[in-house]
């Protein structure tokens, strides 16, 4: 770390122990955010407040452990330390080009006199709210220990708004339900729709990334930050106190996490603001991440990609290759003697196909699902070896379209999805990025479908956390980017591990094409699932009635085709896709060029606008130019913007693309009536735009050349 | 396959359908044993006699499935299939250099209407036992499903006397009780003593194989061959019946097994003969296993070795290097920086000490334990990175001391210590027989101490067999042989695999420093343990006073010195170690020459004499000369031989030295009188030897060159 700052602040006044209530309080930089904390009838206690309101009422704070004493109560504050840090530190991709960290720290150092064990707790209280974590130090009457729950409180203030999906061990990927905390008991059952693999725990569990509203105002986001090595925080409500309570995702034999100290857990991570953009803006689980560790980065690149996808996603195409085989078993079963089904768009042709067109558009890459053999059984069937991840089906010639692709100048992106058979991945992993050394391949889109294999283990335990940063940490060693689908929810990590350029961890579009997304969703994933690093979204279609290319899909997708456009500006992530299939581009290519444009990596973002549930218009700036680009996305009820353009350079013209909706549009029966408008704008410009019920706008703004 | 033998069984009258109550019987070609199986309302059951009388009663047949109705009963008989298979093939290692696989074979085509779902039972009827398994045909009803247990019975025709030990999901290294089966209830609690993980299921539940003898002189012994991605196989007795039933190891999730048709169980196994001698030279676990996988055989060669091993185990000296790190995190831990504790015995001049001395005694290999980093913490923290399998100690030059081995002629052996940690094995096994490639290893003593993390597996669950195959078959790759210890006990794999050149799954020569061995316990293991494949015993400890090397153990060994020679005869292994320390086996240097002498892959073997828990007397012959040695284990009442020496070449002169207990030798007390006899011998010679109690005796014979 560098020009770290570090003082003494209780000579520097910023840590005070008043004759107060609270034995410690810490101020944030800007004294905006205040965190008091102590140690009563033995038990560690903390609050937070934000400009003199309660945001977290006194709460407290321990660690359930298996077969020895807890670590909840019986402490006694054997010490403390105190520092100032203030670093502006340099993303490898971005919303910003640069990031400031900038926090006061306490240390709260705990002793257990009974057990003579000791455990600390670092705080770190930002201008935008606080970070707080569990530290074990190394000692030997704690050198290993299980935890049973992490007793962590959230004490709310008040009967907030939120914004929540279902506490579960294996799914994020819900629609969001928006109530009252007192009602969410009462709609947990209607905010859980089936899954491939679900385990909600709670009539009142629900996940982090948790967006909350006071009636007075305030915005509050509880998540974590920096998950490494422990297990998944869910949080539980006491609907009687309005107290959350952590909870960890267990194991396969019920516990929550094995620690070796020294360790540390994550960081508990509370923000807070009386402006939500301030939300969407914070760098706050990202500065509480650690620094990069790779010391090469050149080789980690923001993309843009098409993909072989949506023709099985909506279109209802396969995996598979045929339907022969009721059971595959890869070391005897041999492809090039089954019946194919004919319809495998992970073809030769086809992805020719994809190529040409992506090539044409100035994509990156192009995706393509189904390529491996393995996928006519490769569901729901609790199968270790499921995929090999290295043998092509017989009609995809992997060096043939590799080479076909880079004579085009795009690269394919590889796709492993695991079915979830863990031990089978790890097996065969390493042979899995040989090959994509061997062909040029330098993303992968990995996927965990299913139940976990090791069977009894979940998606978001330790075990499986521990396995997702090791695929990272692996492709890293080849110079591989990874965007890994239905693994743990972001905490920051791509900060310290880059090449991870991706996740899913949420609703996406593909329920687009089946169970449906709510249309305020995207107005919610910035201020939730976004914090803690950017998601595969997959925006960008433009056929809304899925059965114009499937008769069989009766699925209509929640969105206008402009707020389409306006998603790969709100819903910041350096790896965007366009999801729709080329022919339905081909249909709209004015509104295509939108996607065309608009970059991946950005020099500076601003969120103009935003209120979650309701809408986000979000402006960023090329980071490799000086055009900016303009997005909004809104919920059912439509958003009128009036929106000044006081970021742009002073004194200098550019030029507006304006892909707004129709006047007439509505996500439900119209979603497709969209106008663009060139207008000459400047830094003085104002404009008013409204976007439809379900919809959005999208706008790229460069500088007119004289 | 070669050498088929296939004929239509009803055309040659070896499959019968008489008008009595079984509808099917098949007979061994000897016409010796007989099987009688049927379908009775609607459950599948069997029996077999051996020469008329009833060993196996009639017991049924079928497993119980997970979420989906059984498949246990409501069966029809649909087909039949009859055949005779006789063979002789030829091991790459093994107690005969070639081995007759003879039997009648009958598969039963079962269909259970109500599901309109088949499974088929394959019987394979030898002179000295039956086989059958489960075989589930792929079939669009039963493509995957989850076995919650196999419902297999075996019918006891008596109370019979068992030589047992207790039924645990985890570990083997018991001693044996000698009991009725009904006793085996109240003898329960006794037979288990402390393991470092164990899980013992049921107060009658036994292991595999069960060697059992009746009233009327029946040997019965029970136990499974080709254990291949399946639950390992235990047996529960119904003490008021007298009926084992199948009881199978679960994974973590309380099921036993996850099976995709087409698929079978592994071989069920029962051998029966009325002279024990014959239990111990069937060949039928192997026969019942597949052929030989593997083109190139040549690299696998029979090891004799000595190991720097007795010192920590029973010398009291540790595997790790230091005392300072109460953990230790193999990417931080610096141990250049810590203390050495200063006896470490897998340091420089110590392996150079044990190089020269096993290289001066015609030894292959020299094992070292604790030669990695990581051992300061690795047992019972359920530590997942516990080592890395590459990375050596300070004091251990890993170049130096194989160049050093490799001069002197002979091998460094790996080992492999897992703690049990199988992801984190399987992660670094690449890498770590990389390692070995590059140093010149060819063998790796594996161990599995300790629970499995994944956390609630099992070391007998399906997850771990695939996985301990699964290490054999990448050893197979790099042209490694390994010796895992506390593995699965072994069921005839070696024949398919015979890069698995042993394993201990029993206990082992390494309790005799601590928990102890019954002096009869290398008398019932060639009867049990040994029907699967070989083990790593490691006989050979010529100090039975442990104190006389560390003060502070008290430990004994249960056995004489000349029995510990006996035992690299009676205890077939292909891989035998030299146990004891150098300067232990200095002081005996005459006895130590019959383990100089003794190979370790024969021509051909006889069992002389034998009856479990009491004597057995082996006589193999050399694969390589026209040696032979014989060798005698007894328990604790001593054993009187008269052995004929007919099995030598007629008219041939031969001297035999004869390595025997002294007059006085009593393990108890007296246990390092021997005495050594040489005498001209030829094929009309007999024996009279003694074995003291708890002693043996071991005699080398070869041709006297005129």
Known sequence: MKNIVIKNLMVAGLLTIPATMWAYTLESPGKIVSLEADVKDGIPVYSISYKNKPVIKSSSLGVKLVEVPDLTDGFEVVGTQASSFDETWTPVWGENDSI?????????????????????????????GVGFRYEWPQQRGLDYFVIDDEMTEFAMTGDHTAWWIAGDYDTQEYNYTESRLSEIRDKMSSAIDGNASQTPFSPTGVQTSLQMKTDDGLYINIHEAALVDYSCMHLNLNDTTLVFRSWLTPDAQGHKGHIQSPAHSPWRTVMVSDDARDILASNLILNLNEPCVYEDVSWIKPVKYMGVWWEMIAGGKQWSYTYDLPSVRLDETDYTK?????????????????????????????????WNVGWE????????????????????????????????????????????????YERHMHQAYDLM?????????????????????????????????????????????????????????????????????????????????????????????????????????????????NPNNPAKVNSTLARQLGLYV??????????????????????????????????????????????????RKDKNSNDWFVGCTANE?????????????????????????????????????????????NSKSKLRLTAAPGGGYAISIKPVNL
Request: hydrophobic residues 35%.
């Open 100 to 128: 400031r960290n900038h926090y006061n720290e306490m240390v709260l150092e705990l002793r257990q006199p009974s057990t003579d064990r000791k455990m600390n707790i670092r705080f770190r209280v930002y201008d935008d």
């Open 338 to 370: 089954v019946h194919p089904l004919g319809q495998h768009p992970a073809n030769n042709e086809n992805v020719k196909r994809y190529i040409d067109f992506a090539a044409e558009n100035g994509f990156d890459q192009l995706l393509v699902e189904g």
């Open 377 to 424: 059984d490769w569901f729901g069937k609790s199968k270790d070896y499921v995929f090999d991840f290295v043998t092509p089906y017989p009609d995809f010639d992997i060096e043939m379209l590799n080479n076909y692709a880079k004579s085009k100048g795009i690269k394919l992106m590889m796709h492993h999805e695991t079915s979830s058979s863990v031990r089978n």
């Open 437 to 549: 050394d061997k062909y040029g391949y330098n993303a992968v889109k990995s996927g965990y479908v299913g139940n976990i294999i090791p069977r009894g283990e979940h998606h978001y335990g330790q075990w499986m956390n521990n396995h997702y940063l090791y695929a990272v940490k692996e492709a890293a060693k080849h110079k591989i980017m990874v965007n890994a689908h239905e693994a743990v929810r972001p905490t920051g990590l791509c900060r310290t591990y880059p090449n991870l350029i991706g996740n899913e961890s949420a609703r996406g579009t593909e329920y687009e094409a089946n169970a449906g997304i709510n249309p305020g969703h995207t107005t919610i994933l910035p201020f939730t699932r976004l914090q803690g690093g950017p998601m595969d979204y997959t925006p960008g279609i433009f056929e809304m009635n899925i059965s114009t290319f």
């Open 570 to 619: 709100t819903m910041y992530s350096p790896l965007q896709m366009a999801a729709d299939l080329p022919e339905n581009y081909a249909r709209y290519m004015d509104a295509f060029q939108f996607i065309k444009d608009v970059p991946v990596d950005w020099q500076k973002s601003i969120y103009l606008e935003a209120e979650p549930g309701r809408y986000i218009v979000a402006a």
């Open 637 to 681: 009820d439509g958003h009128t913007s009036t929106i000044s353009l006081g970021f742009l350079d002073k004194g200098k013209d550019y030029e507006a693309v304006i892909y707004a909706d129709a006047k007439d549009a509505h996500f439900r029966n119209n979603p497709q009536a969209y106008s663009i408008v060139r207008k000459k704008v």
